[in-house]
């Protein structure tokens, strides 16, 4: 028997979860003032943060979708003949784990913690990870952050659209061919999209969310299902000099928002079934945090 809880959702602490729905989580620095050789000297700055019984160092080019990312991170952007410049030109170290879950990219221009959680990461000691990493960028001379981002990707497959809105709140999401089926209505959900931007104290926050209707292979079988999105971005344009102690605290921070805002966008239900980490309500994305 599932036992109740008697806290509220708004009551909750990050450290009483049990339980996640990510799909992936990002740290991103973004830099200037790195030459090619001082690339060279982080890398040997680096081998003791990354050891090669734990990572696979691979050296490679600029992929497209980080150019773009880039780009999009970037108040003005990048012009198209200067995204292909550097996908042409710069070099980039990838640190990844064994079993590949974890990637460190770093380049002259950022430096990037991605985290898959097909395996389970505590986020706190990759804010400590990007923090050391810092620490060797900091002894060239003319080094500087530029911006700092988080981003978050939650992800849920479900039964049916019902399912869906008892995890994610239906009104934070807007959808109204759900309000209409319950209403008895002949509709049927393809697909939804909705896109947030707005400023939190200093930060720049950025919130994509998306429902969409699919089949998967269950139980060796075809079965339709919902698959919900919840994506977080928020980040920070550093207008004065951040250390790498201050770049800590700024993850930190944005970490308590983004907490804040996913809080405000799922249910007390499965708030709940967060807390005690065991659900019925979906069939996947659930993950236990080690």
């Known amino acids: 028997m599932r036992r109740k809880l008697n806290i509220k959702k708004n009551t909750i602490k990050p450290e009483q979860i049990k339980a996640n729905i990510y799909d992936t989580v990002q740290l991103i620095v973004d830099i200037t003032g790195v030459t090619s050789l001082d ?87 990759k804010i400590d990870m990007i923090r050391e990493i810092l620490s060797c960028f900091f002894r060239i001379n003319y080094f500087e952050i530029v911006r700092i981002t988080l981003n978050k990707k939650d992800n849920i497959i479900c039964n049916s659209l019902y399912m869906i809105y008892q995890c994610f709140v239906k009104s934070m999401f807007g959808d109204i061919t759900y309000t209409l089926g319950r209403k008895g209505e002949d509709v ?6 909705n896109k947030s931007y707005l400023m939190y104290g200093e930060n720049i926050v950025k919130i994509y969310k998306s429902v969409q209707n699919g089949n998967i292979n269950y139980n060796d079988k075809k079965k339709e299902v919902y698959e919900g999105n919840l994506n977080i971005t928020m980040s920070y344009e550093c207008l004065e000099n951040y250390d790498a102690n201050d770049t800590k605290l700024k993850f930190i921070e944005l970490n308590n928002i983004a907490f804040q805002i996913f809080m405000n966008h799922i249910t007390g239900s499965f708030a709940e079934d967060l807390v005690l980490g065991n659900t019925n309500k979906v069939l996947g994305g659930f993950n236990i945090n080690e």
């Open 39 to 125: 690339l060279d000297y982080i890398q040997s700055c680096l081998k003791s943060l990354f050891p090669s019984n734990l990572y696979t160092l691979m050296e490679t080019e600029l992929y497209p979708c980080e150019v773009e990312d880039l780009s999009e991170r970037r108040p003005d952007g990048i012009t198209i003949t200067s995204q292909k410049r550097l996908i042409e030109k710069e070099t980039v170290l990838r640190f990844v784990s064994k079993d590949e879950s974890e990637e460190i990219s770093i380049s002259r221009l950022f430096i990037i913690i991605k985290l898959n959680y097909k395996s389970a990461h505590k986020l706190s000691e």
């Open 188 to 193: 049927k959900q393809s697909s939804l999209e």
